[in-house]
């Protein structure tokens, strides 16, 4: 009877043990949701020139929601942040202003780190670099999103 007893309680601790080694196999940290989220993002370009022309025409119809898909998606698979900044320019006045810098949005070869990363840049009065616009290819999804501004 001991033996017996002793038995089932190895074999229910061993199915315990097979039970934790499994679900830490199959618990990714939301990696494939993440993964699934960047397929399902296909609003942006087949260039970095056509997501920055996308952004714009989004900002002229004042479609703040619309313009918010052009950016990356944060890590946690939203994209909140940069619909609150839109709002916040929008509020205060500053969408033409917006509009006309990303108009005049030059290619910027410096800094490109690999294939799938592409800049532009905004120049200040005296011809200098006010502002870098980062982009980056979602390699899931095919797409480029705006990864800083």
Do not use: C
């Amino acid at each position: 009877m001991k033996r017996a007893l002793g038995i089932i309680v190895i074999l229910i601790i061993a199915f315990l043990l097979v039970m934790v080694v499994a679900n830490r196999k199959h618990d990714d940290g939301g990696e494939t949701v993440l993964k699934n989220q960047l397929k399902a993002d296909t609003y942006g370009g087949q260039n970095p020139a056509e997501t920055l022309k996308l952004l714009v025409e989004a900002l002229k119809d004042e479609d703040l929601e619309l313009a918010s898909k052009y950016f990356a998606l944060n890590d946690d698979g939203s994209r909140e942040e940069w619909l609150r900044l839109l709002e916040e320019v929008q509020e205060r006045g500053g969408l033409a202003d917006l509009i006309n810098k990303l108009d005049q949005a030059q290619p910027y070869v410096k800094d490109i780190s690999h294939k799938n990363d592409f800049k532009f840049f905004i120049a200040d009065e005296k011809g200098g670099v006010e502002t870098v616009i980062n982009l980056e290819k979602n390699s899931f999804s095919g797409v480029w999103k705006i990864e800083s501004l």
